[in-house]
């Protein structure tokens, strides 16, 4: 498997304009999450989904930020308007979902981005 | 109080050293306890998982957890310039396909 695959690696854009983060979770995976990582604040989650539900949004910042998850191998996370203080890196994981609670979570490389 | 607590470094060690890395938290509700590797530009990966308390030994890894003083600890036996990376703990109330909180994570470095 290609593991989570995200788009665009980097991303570079000015103040108030929109931004639209993607994600590929792992095929046969249930559970897709969208972190923010960044030097002051850590790793925080913003919003998971379970079977293309959203489960728990209590993470994401504002009404300017916004996730959907059309089908069970797509995802995005919008950002409209951006603000320089939305910079940060932004992680897609995926996890397969079990009873047992012995669960992981598999995370993609990142988006980088840099409102200016 | 945060809600996970662990201290940032950076701590650098020779090789070969051994590497105590570890968290705080305040939430008696989590029972699941992780630690995830970060290497410099990449997603975290899971290094380690623990339910409740109790050792668990993988190599040169051990995960310590004591849920009756809400500490867990990462030893790092004879460490190599390879484990060079940010450590990070995670801790659920409800297992890994559920909300984890992390800790700011440490970055460790190991001098050949």
């Known amino acids: 498997d290609a593991g989570v695959i995200q788009s665009p690696r980097h991303e570079v854009t000015e103040m108030g304009q929109e931004v639209t983060l993607r994600c590929k979770p792992i095929?046969?995976?249930?559970?897709l999450f969208w972190y923010r990582q960044t030097m002051m604040r850590g790793l925080e989650l913003l919003i998971y989904?379970?079977?293309?539900?959203?489960?728990?949004d209590s993470g994401m910042p504002e009404d300017r930020f916004s996730a959907k998850m059309p089908n069970a191998s797509f995802s995005t996370l919008k950002i409209q308007p951006s603000e320089p203080r939305d910079s940060a890196v932004y992680f897609c994981?995926?996890?397969?979902?079990?009873?047992?609670?012995?669960?992981?979570?598999?995370f993609g490389p990142g988006t980088r981005l840099t409102v200016l | 109080q945060k809600e996970v607590e662990q201290d940032p470094g950076p701590l650098s060690v020779p090789e070969g050293a051994i590497v105590s890395l570890n968290c705080t938290y305040s939430n008696s509700a989590f029972q699941y306890f992780m630690w995830y590797r970060q290497y410099s530009r990449k997603g975290p990966e899971l290094l380690m998982y623990?339910?409740?308390?109790g050792n668990k030994e993988d190599g040169r890894f051990t995960a310590q957890v004591d849920k009756s003083s809400k500490y867990i600890s990462l030893f790092i036996r004879d460490s190599q310039p390879s484990d060079s990376a940010t450590y990070l703990c995670?801790?659920?109330?409800?297992?890994?396909?559920?909300?984890?909180?992390f800790g700011k994570g440490t970055k460790l470095t190991v001098n050949p």
């Open positions: 995670a801790m659920s109330s409800q297992g890994g396909s559920e909300k984890l909180v």
């Open positions: 623990t339910y409740s308390s």
């Open positions: 989904f379970n079977n293309n539900v959203p489960i728990d």
């Open positions: 095929s046969g995976h249930d559970y």
């Open positions: 994981a995926s996890s397969l979902g079990t009873s047992l609670g012995a669960d992981t979570q598999y």
